[in-house]
């Protein structure tokens, strides 16, 4: 039997506001699927603490390994996304046959070692490998938890869910900023500290140190947790064993555009954002005269509020509108989309405080409403077998675009057209609003083709 063949009575995948086929066994309770969540939430946070810190640290390690913006970009952007991305299927293949509570707690073990490990380098090389380890570690969390949190909750309260999760993306890039002016403020009047085993480091290498620990505790409660029952979508129930790759790339194949549309459509977005927060600070720093400290804490506080609007009440909001179905959540992306834009053109040129602040937020709000219903409406449409696969290949798609692209894309136009220091405010200015017009555009591709999406 081909491969073609053996999927093809695989779910009939829901469309509208028809639901997914599935086990009768009921969903777990309230109290564990929420433990659930809550424990892919903490591990969210430390993962873009860890992932984010850098953002801030910007100029004390210019300073002290002598590098460029560009060279600042590539560590956090393409060194974190090479080895995220390249990973990410093949993780994403494991996961899709293996214990994922096990996967998550080695994924920790992993990406915290290797943040620790950035307290250790003295050069660009070294820090650039140990980037691209705690990518290694982050890209098993992710499609794990789309694929567990899916297992855990039912399509009219996934979004919500899926919100709640993706929260921990605002959380910890705004606590990744606040731990870093905490650490700075506490080491401000010493130029190096001694630390036990490691001797004599800078302050910003503290910070790593601090960031990469605690998530050693983090991945032992993965060990404890219980694995959710993997809930078969209706026509899967005579399959054994994992769906072969051919048979995924051929769904993927028959549904091109409408998978596309949203990878390159939350691409274009990552691609905003990133390019904006990477340098956020700096930005603060730069154009506003702030001490880096405050630059952190303000910085830290705009990315929870907006997480928080966009996460949990877009979430919340949209499980409401048209009864959850995948049409109304990508509509109502690409609306968030465009009044975003505004926010994007508006935050890194205003000179007062206040009004940029505000900007920001509605910047990061509708960045925070896409990001949040993507993996949603990937796990509504995606027959179980194959969601941790092609929510890796979302993550793929969304962290090269983002990730690889858009902090370098900024630092490279700030380096070439705008070579003094505000200029990253008008890099930025630049990379922010293209992203969001692109992305507002895909969005409302892939609503028009949810219906011709096939099973």
């Known amino acids: 039997m081909s491969d073609a063949e053996q999927l093809a009575p695989i779910a009939t995948i829901a469309t509208g506001t028809a639901g997914i086929g599935e086990e ?20 969210y946070i430390f993962s873009f603490i860890d992932r984010m810190l850098i953002g801030l640290l910007v100029e004390p390690i210019k300073k002290d390994l002598l590098l460029t913006d560009t060279q600042i970009s590539l560590l956090q952007g393409l060194a974190f996304a090479l080895f995220y991305t390249v990973a990410g299927i093949p993780i994403g293949r494991w996961i899709d046959r293996a214990p994922r509570m096990r996967v998550v707690a ?39 938890a789309y694929s567990i949190i899916s297992d855990s909750f039912p399509k009219n309260r996934l979004g919500l869910a899926m919100g709640v999760y993706g929260l921990g993306s605002a959380i910890g890039a705004g606590m990744a900023f606040m731990i870093g002016a905490v650490v700075i403020a506490a080491v401000a009047n010493a130029e190096t ?6 001797g004599v480091i800078k302050g910003w290498q503290v910070a ?7 998530g050693v505790l983090i991945a032992v409660t993965f060990l404890l947790l219980p694995e959710p029952v993997r809930r078969i979508t209706r026509g899967e129930e005579h399959l054994t064993g994992q769906v072969p790759m051919s048979a995924v790339t051929d769904h993927l194949k028959e549904n091109g555009v409408f998978f596309w549309s949203i990878f390159l459509a939350v691409g274009m977005v990552n691609l905003s954002v990133l390019g904006s927060i990477s340098w956020l600070p700096v930005m603060m720093v730069r154009s506003f005269g702030m001490e880096l400290a405050n630059a952190g804490w303000l910085s830290g506080s705009l990315l929870i509020i907006g997480g928080l609007l966009g996460m949990v009440g877009g979430g919340a909001l949209m499980d409401r509108l048209g009864g959850g179905s995948p049409q109304s959540r990508l509509r109502f992306c690409a609306w968030a989309t465009v ?8 935050f890194p040129l205003l000179e007062n405080t206040i009004l940029m602040s505000i900007a920001f937020v509605l910047f990061f709000t509708a960045a925070a409403v896409a990001v949040g219903a993507a993996p949603s409406v990937i796990q509504q449409l995606a027959p179980n077998r194959m969601r941790a696969t092609i929510s890796a290949a979302y993550v793929f798609v969304i962290n090269i675009i983002g990730l690889g692209a858009g902090p370098t894309l900024t630092a490279v136009i700030g380096d ?15 990379v922010a609003p293209f992203g969001y017009v692109v992305g507002a555009i895909l969005f409302f591709i892939a609503a028009k083709h949810v219906k011709s999406h096939k099973s």
Do not use: D, H, K
Request: with cysteine; glycine share 12%; charged share 5%.
């Open 106 to 144: 080695i994924g920790i073990t992993i990406w915290s070692g290797m943040t620790a490990l950035c307290a250790t380098v003295t050069n660009f090389s070294q820090f650039f490998l140990a980037r691209m380890g705690v990518g290694v570690g982050e890209a098993v969390l992710s499609p794990a």
């Open 339 to 346: 009044v975003g834009i505004f926010g994007a053109v508006s």
């Open 24 to 43: 009768e066994a009921p969903y777990p309770g309230a109290v564990l699927s929420w433990g659930i969540v809550a424990a892919l939430f903490v591990a």
């Open 416 to 430: 070439n057209f705008f070579p003094f220091e505000s200029g990253i405010r008008y890099a930025i200015a630049i």
């Open 193 to 198: 500290i001694t630390v036990p085993l490691l």
């Open 208 to 214: 790593f140190l601090v960031a990469g620990l605690p």
